[in-house]
């Protein structure tokens, strides 16, 4: 089983909203990962968890909150958000992230728009 | 950093055609250069990579090449079929050198139609 699973799928919210986005996979993998995909681009990495650690932030704003609650569970907390933060949100995780043989299993992903 | 082109963006051929998708990178550090497709309302698929220490790699009806003295790697599809239309990311990838992560970057993408 390849599978991470995104919930939900959709969200609308409002720009005072809080609204959490949520990863799960069950492949024992110990890396996840947070993109950012606008419609017609390439994904942009947001943040990366190690062994349930942040180990990289890409400079994202702290309107963005991840968090890692075990190894198989990955957050997005979503807080004052604007309109151009509007995008697919796509979820990855590698067995550990730093193997020149991992590979990244993306979700589906979260499409979010924020009015 | 690293920066990684591709071309064409949008790649239009008839069913049984073969396609080439072509990306280049900055980076000569990069070591490792997977292809993903996005198929639309799903997130992207790996569908192959290659180590930098080959030269090329095939699956099927998929192939890819790497040249790193020109730092530059194609896939390839031969036999296109209607299902393969989606977008195609390649992406290049090296150690990041304080946390020792691979990190993914990726082309822009080609947007690839198969007509029947």
């Known amino acids: 089983d390849t599978e991470v699973t995104q919930t939900p799928k959709h969200l609308v919210m409002g720009m005072t909203n809080k609204k959490s986005l949520k990863c799960e996979q069950h492949m024992g993998h110990r890396a996840m990962y947070w993109y950012k995909q606008k419609a017609k681009k390439p994904p942009e990495l947001m943040f990366v968890?190690?062994?349930?650690?942040?180990?990289i932030n890409e400079s994202v704003p702290s309107r963005f909150s991840p968090e890692c609650p075990n190894s198989s569970l990955l957050n997005l907390h979503l807080h004052a958000l604007q309109p151009e933060d509007s995008a697919l949100y796509l979820c990855a995780s590698s067995p550990s992230g730093s193997s020149i043989r991992d590979i990244q299993y993306f979700g589906a992903g979260t499409r979010l728009s924020v009015l | 950093g690293e920066n990684v082109e591709q071309h064409p963006s949008t790649l239009s051929v008839q069913e049984g055609d073969s396609a080439v998708i072509k990306c280049t990178y900055s980076d000569s550090a990069s070591n490792y250069f997977p292809w993903y497709k996005q198929e639309l309302g799903k997130g992207p698929q790996l569908i192959i990579d290659?180590?930098?220490?080959?030269g090329e790699k095939k699956d099927q009806r998929i192939a890819v090449t790497l040249n790193k003295t020109a730092k530059h790697f194609s896939l390839h599809i031969t036999e296109t079929q209607p299902e393969d239309s989606a977008v195609y990311f390649c992406a290049a990838s090296k150690r990041a050198r304080f946390t020792g992560f691979q990190k993914l970057v990726f082309g822009t993408g080609t947007r690839l139609l198969v007509s029947p």
């Open positions: 290659i180590r930098s220490n080959v």
């Open positions: 968890y190690s062994y349930e650690k942040l180990s």
